[in-house]
């Protein structure tokens, strides 16, 4: 009886360390926020907590009718529209690429990939600050001998947002590339033999092979990719800190302003519950999707 009931117990000593990390810094940290959400905490609230009052959906309601907020809301849908898209397809493209070399050059450039992905990222962030600069900056002098215009790539309203999404995707390709590659790996080397054989090409083989069996990655490398997007922080923060006139502000740098700049943790904390309803939102319909190709 005594040894049953050791068996049945022991498992959960194996995953008890983890459970109580995740119950410290993620649940109890989640649900305290879902209580903050109702409340209007600020920094006053902190040291005197009778001054904290239960307010409903003000703050909810607030949120959806400040501008500031609903230029972030719109701001990161645009990074997620374009910068998702731009990441998946240039990694996998890049992966394929390496894939097809096995010479010392092929694994340099993995190296060269992957290293971006390593590099501080504010460090990075403040390089392409320099970088930008619309008088001094490199990309600028090279366009201006080469006959062209400068460009306000961080103080134009309509050019921030692509600056600060270039910068993200040259940052990010290099994990996403390492999933691709490992996952290319796994594809059997018969069935490109066996379509040499029948006379395809190398874009058929890459069609009807390469990518269909690389639909696992695809999904996880577009379902981490999507949520890193929904919390795009640093870039805007260092580069812009959410200008010109807040074309570049996404919601987290948003939350950020309202929660430890101005201390509103009340309706800072409603602005992450509803970027964080959306990411749970868009992370089902992928899930969803996923389970439709699979059943399909």
Do not use: C
Not at 188 to 216: C, M, N, V
């Amino acid at each position: 009886m005594k040894n049953s009931l050791t068996r049945k117990i022991m498992p959960y000593t194996f995953i008890f360390p983890a459970l109580l990390l995740l119950l410290m810094f993620s649940i109890i940290p989640i649900i305290i926020s879902l209580v903050i959400n109702f409340t209007n905490l600020d920094i006053t609230g902190l040291g005197n907590w009778q001054a904290v009052k239960f307010i409903g959906l003000d703050n909810f309601i607030n949120l959806f009718n400040d501008n500031l907020f609903l230029q972030s809301v719109v701001n990161t849908l645009f990074y997620v529209v374009f910068g998702v898209p731009a990441v998946i397809v240039i990694s996998l493209a890049v992966a394929i690429m390496i894939n097809f070399g096995q010479n010392k050059f092929f694994k340099l450039m993995r190296l060269v990939f992957y290293t971006p992905s390593i590099t501080n990222a504010v460090a990075v962030a403040v390089i392409w600050t320099f970088m930008y600069n619309p008088s001094t900056g490199l990309i600028n002098t090279v366009l201006n001998s080469l006959g062209f215009g400068s460009v306000g790539w961080l103080t134009d309203q309509h050019v921030a947002k692509i600056s600060l999404i270039i910068l993200a995707v040259w940052k990010a390709i290099g994990l996403n590339m390492l999933i691709f590659l490992a996952a290319l790996q796994g594809v059997p080397k018969d069935l490109y033999e066996a379509a040499e054989l029948d006379g395809a090409s190398w874009w058929q083989q890459t069609r009807h092979i390469t990518i269909p069996s690389l639909k696992f990655s695809i999904f996880f490398v577009s379902v981490t990719t999507l949520i890193g997007w929904f919390q795009f922080f640093d870039e805007p923060f260092v580069m812009t800190k959410g200008g010109p006139l807040g074309s570049t502000n996404s919601v987290a740098l948003f939350v950020y302003q309202n929660g430890f700049q101005q201390s509103n943790f009340g309706y800072a904390a409603s602005a992450s519950f509803v970027m964080f309803t959306a990411i749970i939102i868009a992370t089902l319909i992928q899930f969803k999707i996923q389970r439709r190709q699979q059943n399909g």
